[in-house]
């Protein structure tokens, strides 16, 4: 079970770091803020910067506390702090949440190789879900790591190879910046303004420090110490690679302006058929499907994880390793095909933009704060945590479904967005002051903090092996890209000298990983 679901309990910092940046930037990189930096241009490299600050902030105050917990999942924190009954409506919630959640993210994954290869859409979400729910199941965690880790380097490389020969393409930077229309460089525009970057960034804090699915980031390294470094690297990554991502779909608006629609879904793709050489197109298009299936391939695995630990193993607490086992595949197949359909159902919703935005306003701070807040708490309760839930997921509903059909009312991007981090915020402060000023008892936490000390550390097995091998893995995987990447460099009609030095640098890399893990 600690190896399914947690590699150990011992994972290097650097892989779960490098996990965590891929988990949450796949889920729409290259579809989600691809579309917005064709159409709006600097706005979404603004957008993602909110990821950079809510990584340093968790690097340096909420990972270390995760980790503390001594939890192997946030189910199993709100169970301890929070009392069962809590931790069973947060559960019901929790997966119903992440069907959407991975649907939503499986849907990209379909439409870059609907763009790339003309398959139907219909068709490669299903293909591509079944997939995705074989290897998660035979797998685990290690098996998302692996993936993860892997495409983080195929993509960089590809990525590195794709901005200078589209620049190239339309002149160079001068010729780029030239002819971009017009507020194409602002940092805001009238659609995503200074307050939804603000909202977004509070957004981004509770969503990614208390998704249960980035959890297990935090609590499956070895020390807290570890888990703040976890936090870091997804920060310093997210201080980079925003620029480096969104510049072909922003380029793609110069060489071509007539995408509209949904049709500017597929900007990015489109930017790479135009420039990369022979071969590479189809390491580009296989890293963006891994990648952006790293989303739907963690959420999975946390759910069924949260089913089998959390549910399954309460009514079944005698249930052997094996039945426990067995139960997890078959949550994540289940659980799997389910995100199949969500994702069918995406077009029919606004496009996968709306869909992702409106689903991160109704849900991240309504789900995700109020046992963030008890973590560093000693008033709050289960019955109070669940009430600010419940009541911000009725709020922020009602402004998005009820008021437009009935009174004609649509929230702007802004105020949906600040609603949805607001409400939670003022009604767990406002609990916060009600328990301060009539001096609350806090027995239950107390208690909570006692049973705490005297608990088992979840790192119970030995894991130096199960990480040597991970490394090693990791590491012919990377150096057979490598390789793979300095051959195809004798194919390209153009960019063959990049193309190879980039193939060298990454084989060099796999081998370093290699030597690393010979233990």
């Given at each position: 079970m600690k190896s399914y679901f947690a590699a150990g309990g011992n994972l290097p910092w650097w892989m779960s770091g490098l996990s965590l940046f891929m988990s949450f930037f796949s889920a729409g990189t290259f579809v989600v803020?691809?579309?917005?930096?064709?159409?709006?241009?600097?706005?979404?490299v603004t957008i993602q910067l909110t990821m950079a600050a809510a990584g340093f902030?968790?690097?340096?105050?909420?990972?270390?506390?995760?980790?503390?917990?001594?939890?192997?999942?946030?189910?199993?924190?709100?169970?301890?702090?929070?009392?069962?009954n809590t931790q069973k409506v947060y559960t019901y919630l929790f997966l119903v949440i992440s069907l959407f959640t991975t649907g939503a993210f499986l849907y990209p994954v379909a439409k870059i190789v609907e763009v790339s290869t003309g398959v139907p859409i219909t068709t490669s979400i299903i293909i591509l879900g079944i997939l995705i729910l074989i290897y998660t199941a035979v797998g685990g965690l290690?098996?998302?790591?692996?993936?993860?880790?892997?495409?983080?380097?195929?993509?960089?490389?590809?990525?590195?190879?794709?901005v200078p020969l589209s620049l190239n393409k339309i002149g160079g930077i001068n010729d780029f910046i030239a002819n971009a229309p017009v507020g194409f460089f602002n940092?805001?525009?009238?659609?995503?303004?200074?307050?939804?970057?603000?909202?977004?960034?509070?957004?981004?804090?509770?969503?990614?420090?208390?998704?249960?699915?980035?959890?297990q980031r935090y609590t499956s390294v070895s020390t807290p110490k570890e888990a703040k470094k976890v936090g870091w690297l997804f920060g310093a990554l997210y201080l980079?690679?925003?620029?480096?991502?969104?510049?072909?779909?922003?380029?793609?608006?110069?060489?071509?302006?007539?995408?509209?629609?949904?049709?500017?879904?597929?900007?990015?793709?489109?930017?790479?058929?135009?420039?990369?050489?022979?071969?590479?197109?189809?390491?580009?298009?296989g890293g963006m499907i891994f990648a952006t299936s790293s989303s739907v391939n963690t959420t999975l695995n946390i759910s069924a994880g949260v089913l089998t630990n959390d549910v399954y193993k309460h009514f079944r607490p005698k249930a052997t390793t094996q039945q426990l086992i067995k139960v997890a595949k078959l949550s994540t197949?289940?659980?799997?095909?389910?995100?199949?359909?969500?994702?069918?159902?995406?077009?029919?919703?606004?496009?996968?933009?709306?869909?992702?935005?409106?689903?991160a306003a109704i849900t991240g701070g309504a789900m995700f704060l109020p046992p963030l807040w008890a973590m560093f708490s000693s008033r709050q309760t289960g019955k109070t945590s669940l009430f600010v839930t419940i009541t911000a997921l009725i709020i922020n509903s009602f402004f998005k479904f009820i008021t437009p059909e009935l009174y004609n009312f649509t929230l702007s991007r802004t105020l949906e967005m600040s609603f949805g981090v607001g409400i939670p915020i003022l009604l767990l402060a406002l609990t916060e002051f009600y328990f301060f000023i009539n001096k609350s008892d806090k027995t239950d936490y107390l208690k909570y903090i006692k049973i705490n000390e005297l608990r088992l550390d979840s790192t119970e097995e030995d894991s130096t092996k199960g990480n040597a091998k991970g490394g090693r893995v990791i590491g012919i995987g990377v150096a057979s890209t490598g390789l793979l990447i300095f051959l195809l460099s004798f194919l390209a009609e153009?960019?063959?000298?990049?193309?190879?030095?980039?193939?060298?640098?990454?084989?060099?890399?796999?081998?370093?990983?290699?030597h690393k893990n010979l233990k």
């Open positions: 803020w691809g579309s917005i930096a064709y159409d709006s241009g600097w706005v979404a902030v968790i690097g340096f105050f909420i990972a270390p506390k995760w980790r503390k917990t001594k939890a192997l999942t946030a189910a199993e924190f709100i169970t301890n702090r929070l009392g069962y290690w098996a998302v790591i692996v993936t993860d880790v892997l495409q983080f380097v195929v993509l960089t490389a590809a990525v590195l190879i794709v940092l805001v525009n009238e659609e995503y303004s200074w307050g939804f970057i603000i909202a977004f960034g509070f957004y981004n804090l509770f969503f990614i420090a208390g998704n249960w699915a980035y959890v980079i690679s925003p620029i480096i991502w969104m510049l072909p779909p922003m380029i793609y608006r110069v060489l071509n302006p007539d995408l509209d629609g949904l049709a500017s879904e597929g900007a990015y793709l489109l930017m790479c058929k135009e420039v990369l050489p022979v071969g590479m197109l189809g390491l580009m298009l197949v289940i659980l799997g095909l389910i995100t199949i359909v969500v994702a069918l159902l995406v077009p029919f919703l606004g496009g996968v933009v709306e869909f992702v935005l409106s689903l153009n960019g063959a000298l990049l193309v190879g030095c980039m193939g060298f640098i990454v084989m060099v890399l796999g081998g370093f990983i290699i």
